[in-house]
């Protein structure tokens, strides 16, 4: 106790909001697979489920996804692996959206578990990888050593667009960037906490401007979100006139 650490692992998508000083990212690593696990009792996946059925999710990322393409299911939010694979089984809830992380920590006696298609509940930014950090000194050649070049570079795009779009209060936000025979493809999405809408953008461009076409995808993508909200306050004024009249 009290002894400073050489070093930390925690998932990459912490890295979206910055380290603090005097620590830097060591090693992006590969912790499992990207997509979302569903995890049920014999449901596979959310177009499944009865209208009115209640999942759960594990962040806002996917919650308000599945929240805005499934409007018929109820979603709500827990944490503690023990605690949902309990409800599960118990059948609080009809089936649950969860990291692979979560689903690969518990047990999954009596369930059944499949991936979601990355264009059904895109990711949550950095998911699938886990990040080492380590004082700014100086990083060991062990550590260094188990860097993941192509997902460190996806996780800087992903991050860049979600410090783009985040000063949108009330939104959720994520990214997936992908390389393809020297040509970068990033995916962005922002959505109403509570899925009330969900606008999303892709951009394509040689790996040499990866910045310019996340700046293009977050750009248009806050020109929707603005959009959305300047609709939704002058549907909301002309209600309250036509109340008051």
């Not at 569903?38 to 996917?62: E, K, M």
């Amino acid at each position: 106790a009290g002894q400073a650490a050489d070093a930390a692992v925690c998932p990459a998508g912490m890295m979206s909001a910055g380290l603090p000083p005097g620590v830097e990212v060591g090693a992006i690593f590969a912790d499992g697979e990207r997509a979302y696990r569903w995890v049920s009792c014999g449901r596979t996946g959310p177009g499944s489920l009865a209208h009115g059925a209640t999942v759960v999710t594990w962040d806002d990322v996917s919650r308000a996804q599945i929240l805005f393409r499934y409007p018929g299911l109820q979603v709500e939010s827990a944490r503690g692996w023990t605690k949902v694979f309990s409800g599960l089984r118990q059948g609080i809830w009809g089936a649950a959206c969860l990291p692979p992380e979560v689903v690969d920590a518990g047990s999954l006696w009596g369930l059944d578990t499949g991936l979601i298609a990355i264009d059904e509940v895109m990711p949550a930014i950095g998911q699938g990888s886990a990040a080492i950090l380590t004082p700014r000194a100086g990083v060991d050649p062990v550590v260094r050593g188990l860097n993941c070049p192509d997902r460190a570079r996806r996780l800087r795009l992903e991050s860049a667009f979600w410090w783009n779009v985040t000063d949108i209060p009330g939104t959720v936000v994520t990214a997936s960037a992908r390389f393809e025979e020297g040509r970068v493809i990033v995916e962005g999405l922002v959505a109403e906490a509570d899925g009330a809408w969900l606008v999303s953008d892709r951009g394509e461009a040689g790996e040499a401007y990866a910045a310019a076409v996340v700046r293009d995808v977050a750009d248009s993508c806050r020109e929707m979100t603005w959009g959305r909200r300047a609709r939704k306050e002058i549907a909301a004024h002309a209600l309250h006139g036509r109340r008051a009249s």
